[in-house]
């Protein structure tokens, strides 16, 4: 019912910036948390940055405050993640969510198929 597609990686040099977007479409609640979450080979999934739909509170994983920005178009129901000063630690799969809150895997309901981002040295 809910579809979530993100868009927007690629292979970007150190230092360089790309920004994903997440289009959502189907039912959901505006109340909800929109996330992205990313996943690097051998490990888990991780939080990244949440952003109310309601009122635009943000959140933020520590090693990417001042770097990455999460924003929303709630026009266009999507939301988007600006990632700056890219480093070869953030290469991952990048995963859209929806979901009531929270910031962890299981306080989500609905997941994109994810965007790849490399990072090279």
């Known amino acids: 019912q809910v579809q979530l597609v993100e868009s927007g990686g690629g292979l970007v040099q150190a230092g360089g910036s790309l920004k994903l977007s997440c289009a959502v479409s189907?039912?959901?609640?505006?109340?909800?948390?929109r996330a992205w979450f990313r996943q690097a080979p051998g490990k888990e999934r991780d939080f990244v940055a949440a952003?109310?739909?309601?009122?635009?509170?943000?959140y933020y994983k520590d090693s990417v405050k001042g770097r990455f920005t999460i924003s929303r178009d709630n026009a266009k129901n999507t939301v988007y993640l600006r990632m700056n000063s890219l480093k070869p630690e953030d290469t991952a799969v990048y995963y859209c969510?929806?979901?009531?809150?929270?910031?962890?895997?299981?306080?989500?309901?609905?997941w994109g198929q994810g965007t790849q981002v490399t990072v090279s040295s």
């Open positions: 969510a929806v979901g009531p809150g929270g910031l962890t895997v299981p306080e989500y309901d609905d």
């Open positions: 189907g039912r959901t609640f505006d109340s909800y948390t």
């Open positions: 952003i109310s739909w309601s009122d635009g509170t943000t």
